[in-house]
C-alpha cells in the first residue's frame, strides 16, 4: 500500500467513532500493538528532542525500505508514534520524504492534543522524515 492508501484508511478508521474519548481509546490501542523496540534502541540518540514524554524512534534500510521501530513511555503518546510508524514504516524513503500529514488534521488530532504532544506530533514527523532523508542519501 502507498502512504497516502494507509493514511486514508487510518481517516476511514478515526471516522467511525463518535467522540474524543473513543478515539483516544482506539490511539491507546494502536499503541499497545506496537511491536516492541529492541531494549538496546531505548538510548539517548534515539529519543525524540521536543516530546514531553520519552519516545526512541529507529529506523533501518531493509528491502530499499525504511523500516521503523518505536516505543514511548506515555501510552497516549505511544499511540500516536503507532499511527505515523503505520504510515511510514516500510515505505521508499523518496515516498517518506514527499508524503504530506493532512491526514493528522482530518482525523482532527492536532487540536485535540496538548500543546505540548502537539509540538512533540511535530518532531516525531521531522525525525521520521529525516531518517528517511538520511537514507535516500545513501541510496543516491
Known amino acids: 500500500m502507498t502512504i497516502q492508501e494507509i ?9 467511525m467513532f463518535d467522540d474524543w474519548m473513543q478515539r483516544y481509546e482506539y490511539m491507546i490501542d494502536l499503541g499497545k500493538s506496537l511491536p516492541l523496540i529492541d531494549e538496546s534502541l531505548k538510548k539517548d540518540e534515539n529519543l ?4 514531553q ?3 526512541w524512534v529507529h529506523g533501518e534500510m531493509k528491502d530499499d525500505k525504511v523500516v521503523f521501530t518505536a516505543d ?3 501510552i497516549i503518546t505511544k499511540g500516536i508514534i503507532a499511527i505515523l510508524i503505520r504510515a511510514f514504516s516500510n515505505q521508499h524513503p523518496a515516498a517518506i520524504i514527499e508524503a504530506n500529514t493532512d491526514f493528522i488534521d482530518e482525523i482532527g488530532l492536532k487540536e485535540h492534543l496538548s500543546p505540548t504532544r502537539a ?3 511535530v518532531s516525531m514527523i521531522k525525525q521520521l522524515k529525516l531518517y528517511a532523508v538520511a537514507y535516500q542519501t545513501q541510496l543516491n
Not at 484508511?9 to 471516522?15: A, G, K, L, N, P
Not at 525524540?48 to 516530546?51: N, P, T, V, Y
Open 7 to 15: 493514511q486514508d484508511e487510518i481517516v476511514d478508521e478515526f471516522s
Open 119 to 121: 509540538n512533540g506530533l
Open 72 to 74: 514511548s513511555d506515555a
Open 53 to 55: 514524554s520519552k519516545v
Open 48 to 51: 525524540i528532542k521536543g516530546c
